[in-house]
């Protein structure tokens, strides 16, 4: 007699498991999909709406932790589904069952593609966006590709090492950096993103805070715009988005660069930054941009001390389960460095590393300065993936 611990949280692996034994592979589908186990965090609650809540889920089966303001439902996909659709003896309040439906069904399978101006980016495998900064300040390779030839050849390197998108940014947003005013950043951008679309073939992104540089660049030839502050910079930018039919990307952070740093206080990053970005997302879709769309970026060292990207990357879940494709960044950043002890230079190992990380809690585009190095890694990742029938 053998007792062994299958992997019932990843469902592809259960699923495996029963169907090599003989089960259905529909039925094992359906079993490992029901059975997966999922923690649910209602905050903020009153408390009739958390006695309530409690009293509903202790009689659907589920367990239930309380607290001042809270509760946390643990149970499985198929439980918390019967709750999300209360009976008519049910005292559920309405709104907490259509906010717990609507989460269950964001977090159905992460979409596998995504949708731009041009042209539909699949999303089955790691998709590799590759950092060109035509900047004199960033904090990795301001004034690498500063120059307009030198930016147009790092994009080509960028494409033959396996770059799915070239993301071209003007503005350095490292912690403390000063925004160039608008003149300047259309200068460096417009150029390199007409030269690199032209040349490339590859989807262009712009990186930018700024509704006219996104519109100018978006004309040029980009496709995607990629905006730090989640489109609460500049209130013209979700019309520009919308208008083009652009994809984009949507980034957590607090503050700007000049004050982030200082807003890196969380109780708990993982779901604060979860919730922040669903709100930035629902606004964005208000506005008129297509969900197919929108790609979320938790904004790993935006806001966020070397604690907080850590949990993040262990979390990510929380974000996946928003039911958009998830982006992250790590690239080099100070935390990478905080854990290894290597200077700005020699990160590129580590940030193959948080890229693998990510991939398997399931995000699906990485933003990188090396684009060899993490699509190598990366290629690993999906293959480990492929294996357990999750991509």
Not at 34 to 52: N, Q, R
Request: glycine share 10%; hydrophobic share 45%; charged share 25%.
């Amino acid at each position: 007699m053998r007792v062994t611990a299958l992997a019932g949280d990843v469902p592809a692996a259960l699923a495996s498991a029963l169907s090599v034994r003989g089960v259905d592979p529909v039925r094992a589908e359906a079993l490992a999909a029901g059975g997966s186990p999922l923690a649910v965090l209602f905050e903020p609650l009153d408390e009739t709406e958390g006695f309530l809540l409690a009293r509903e889920a202790v009689a659907a089966g589920l367990d239930c932790h309380t607290g001042d303001g809270w509760a946390v439902v643990v149970g499985t996909l198929a439980r918390l589904g019967g709750l999300a659709r209360p009976s008519a003896t049910s005292h559920l309040p309405e709104h907490l069952g259509v906010a717990l439906g609507r989460l269950l069904a964001d977090r159905q399978d992460a979409p596998l593609e995504w949708r731009t101006a041009r042209r539909v980016v699949p999303l089955r495998r790691s998709c590799v966006v590759g950092i060109l900064n035509v900047t004199p300040d960033s904090f990795s390779d301001g004034g690498r590709h500063f120059d307009l030839e030198a930016a147009a050849a790092g994009a080509r390197a960028m494409q033959s090492a396996g770059a799915d998108v070239v993301d071209v940014g003007g503005e350095s947003t490292r912690p403390g950096a000063a925004q160039p005013d608008e003149a300047e950043e259309l200068r460096r951008v417009v150029p390199v993103v007409r030269r690199v679309a032209r040349e490339t073939g590859l989807p262009v992104s712009v990186d930018t805070r700024r509704s006219r540089v996104a519109e100018a660049a978006l004309e040029a030839g980009a496709e995607i715009v990629n905006d730090v502050s989640g489109l609460a910079h500049d209130e013209r930018m979700v019309e520009v988005v919308r208008a083009a039919g652009a994809g984009v990307v949507i980034m957590h952070m607090r503050g700007d660069p000049q004050t982030m740093d200082a807003r890196a206080v969380y109780r708990d990053v993982a779901a604060e930054v979860a919730a922040e970005l669903a709100e930035q997302r629902d606004r964005a879709l208000a506005g008129g941009i297509a969900r197919a769309a929108v790609v979320l970026d938790p904004g790993l060292g935006f806001a966020k001390g070397p604690e907080h990207n850590l949990a993040l990357l262990d979390r990510l879940a929380s974000i996946t389960g928003l039911g958009q494709p998830v982006m992250v960044g790590p690239s080099r950043k100070r935390f990478l460095g905080a854990a290894t002890g290597r200077p700005v230079d020699q990160r590129d190992a580590a940030t193959a590393a948080a890229c693998v990380a990510a991939r398997l809690r399931g995000a699906q585009l990485f933003r990188v300065h090396d684009v060899a190095a993490a699509r190598e890694a990366l290629a690993v990742a999906d293959a480990v993936l492929a294996e357990g029938g999750e991509s």
